[in-house]
T-cell receptor, first 116, second 112 residues
């Protein structure tokens, strides 16, 4: 079955460490996205990529980095520069072409990152 | 610019109708969506409406769009305890490459 997979489900980070969150999709989608979710603030876009080897900053990119070396994969690194990284992180993917059924965003199950 | 707002909480009794509201600011929205998020999980698409439509009905769900006021609503008829979740509205805009802007989410609590 096609889908989008995030790992790990829970992640603990010590202050000053970088950590990488994995996101893989087998939907043949061109576009992939990373969102951060905090209570009462909805989803805020961190980075997105519409094509391999290209990505753009979202609304809250500071302290994060991404890569898009393969169409299927869009890992997110939370660096030590991110001052408040504890949050729920969601990865999504969409097709870029076609009607509304192709604009549906498919989401992973999320990674909960906690700084200890 | 893009800004999507929702009220944070809604509480209803089982069997009643729920109405979740959303306002957006970008008049070039192409599609507007409603997503549902259950605890500790990702989001799942419930329904969508094209920006030139006023209403869409899908079983227990009714979406109303007032483009003049930039107001979107989701009505859930005969609300059940399984409908308890966070509901997000989202918009995609022309030329935005399918990038979605999400609202703040409305936590729906269904009481017996």
């Amino acid at each position: 079955d096609g889908g989008i997979t995030q790992s790990p489900k829970y992640l603990f980070r010590k202050e000053g460490q970088n950590v990488t969150l994995s996101c893989e999709q087998n939907l043949n989608h061109d576009a992939m996205y990373w969102y951060r979710q905090d209570p009462g603030q909805g989803l805020r876009l961190i980075y997105y990529s519409q094509i391999v080897n290209d990505f753009q900053k979202g609304d809250i990119a500071e302290g994060y980095s991404v890569s898009r070396e393969k169409k299927e994969s869009f890992p997110l690194t939370v660096t030590s520069a991110q001052k408040n990284p504890t949050a729920f992180y969601l990865c999504a993917s969409t097709s870029l072409w076609g009607g509304p059924s192709n604009t549906e965003a498919f989401f992973g199950q999320g990674t909960r990152l906690t700084v200890v | 610019g893009e800004d999507v707002e929702q009220s944070l909480f809604l509480s209803v009794r089982e069997g009643d109708s729920s109405v979740i509201n959303c306002t957006y600011t970008d008049s070039s929205s192409t599609y507007l969506y409603w997503y549902k998020q259950e605890p500790g999980a990702g989001l799942q698409l419930l329904t969508y409406i094209f920006s030139n439509m006023d209403m869409k009905q899908d079983q227990r769900l009714t979406v109303l769009l007032n483009k003049k006021d930039k107001h979107l609503s989701l009505r859930i008829a005969d609300t059940q305890t399984g409908d308890s979740a966070i509901y997000f509205c989202a918009e995609s805009v022309t030329g935005g490459g399918n990038k979605l802007t999400f609202g703040t989410g409305t936590q729906l609590k269904v009481e017996l």
